[in-house]
């Protein structure tokens, strides 16, 4: 008999180690001529008679390949001991290439085999060169793939490396960083809401390099800012001639996104006509390019973010609420930053950090005045505000830290402001005022506040100012 594959020595990849198979057959003389097959082609082997030997070995050594013979009892040639013993070992690893021996004939069991797992299969009487062909191309293909695999976790290591910053340290911040870490690496669709510039963006982006998703693309779409006409075309592409302007096939942001995450931001400004083709795609799982009638099916996650509150949007009839029951599998509430303030030392030294390098300044930091009036601004732009700020005091300084008048805060933004915090958040920002106005002088701002001395201490402890 001829061989039926080319005998070629074996690549260089294959040779790199030395390939650790693992022989299982109850027949000695089988088990004996193949270590000596193997051997010649430079494998290390080990060789067991039966199924719990096998996976004793397997729990207990690395291989790069098994042969396992399907029949153990001999009064038996069903295969059905050794089709278990298969399910076993891919319980045990799953990634290890399983090569099943049959019985001449048996052609059914090899296909069962190969159902459950097995990755290639041969009948005995074997001929030598075409098992060592078999084995050796199934040693390249788990060579690769474990290659390719460590790739990803690599990549994925570097770029959760890039990561945005996030900075969250405050009481405030607590639950969200703690549901971003326990939904962030899941396929959850996550609907992000917050107030302007309160970090819906890096959020969707720290979610997004989490996942396992992180060594894909996260693609965003600015569903408000688009035409309505462009809307489908945009997010699920079209195909050359779809309508007049329709020039060339174009990949919609979907396809896109295949494999990886779809950031949908300003989602409540979809219009209701194009919020139903979004229902629709998001349900199936599927899409049609506009002027096709192939349809692809589509792996992304969705994330979506909104600075509108969604419940009351339905309930106007403006948004769909089987849209958002889609959108909010799971959502994270960003709170404005005006109830976290704990947090704004340390965002603004980041962005001062940030800019000091971009501008090439070399600043301490700020000065305590300047800090003060920081933790004391009502921050109606939120972090983005922060962000700016400190970028046009880095811009202005002329000395080595930041003064207040560098940070140019409009006291206007507070007045107007006042009317929408919190009764608790207007006490709380009035001390801080008068402490500072006051140097931290107790008997000072509680004179100015008009309250007693002790009655100002009970309410530095309440809101955690003493
Ligand atoms: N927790 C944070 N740590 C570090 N940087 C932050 C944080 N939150 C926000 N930022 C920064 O503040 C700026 C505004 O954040 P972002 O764009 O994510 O806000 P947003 O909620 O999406 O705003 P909008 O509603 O206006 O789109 C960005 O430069 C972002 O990097
Ligand atoms: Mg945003």
Known sequence: MTAVFPTHPAPPAVMEAVARVLIADDQPDVREALRMLFKAEGYRTEAVSNPQAVLTAIESQDFDIALIDLNYARDTTSGREGLDLLSQILAIDSTLPIVVMTAWGSVEIAVEAMRRGARDFIQKPWENQRLLAIVRTQLELSRALRQA???????????????????????????????????????????????????KEVVAQTLHALSSRAGKAMVTVNTGGMPEGLFESELFGHIKGAFTDAKADRVGRFEMAQGGTLFLDEIANVPPSQQAKLLRVLESGELQRVGSSRTQRVDVRVISATN???AQEVAAGRFREDLLFRLNTVEIHLPPLRERRDDIPLLAMHFLR??????????????AAAMQ???????????????????RAVLMSTEGVIRTADLALRIRDTAQRLEDMSLEDVESFLIKKALSRYSGNISQAAEALGLSRSALYRRLQKYGLS
């Open 308 to 310: 509108a509150n969604l």
């Open 354 to 367: 940030q800019y000091g390098q971009r501008y090439r300044k070399n600043l301490g930091g700020f000065d």
């Open 149 to 199: 695999q460590r790739l990803e976790a690599e990549n994925r290591l570097l770029r959760a490396h890039n990561r945005p910053t996030f900075i969250a340290e405050s009481a405030a911040m607590q639950p969200v960083l703690q549901l971003m870490s326990r939904i962030g690496p899941s396929d959850a669709n996550v609907l992000i809401t917050g107030e302007h510039g309160t970090g």
């Open 373 to 391: 009036a920081l933790l004391e601004h009502p921050w109606p732009g939120n972090v983005r505000e922060l962000d700016h700020a400190t970028e």
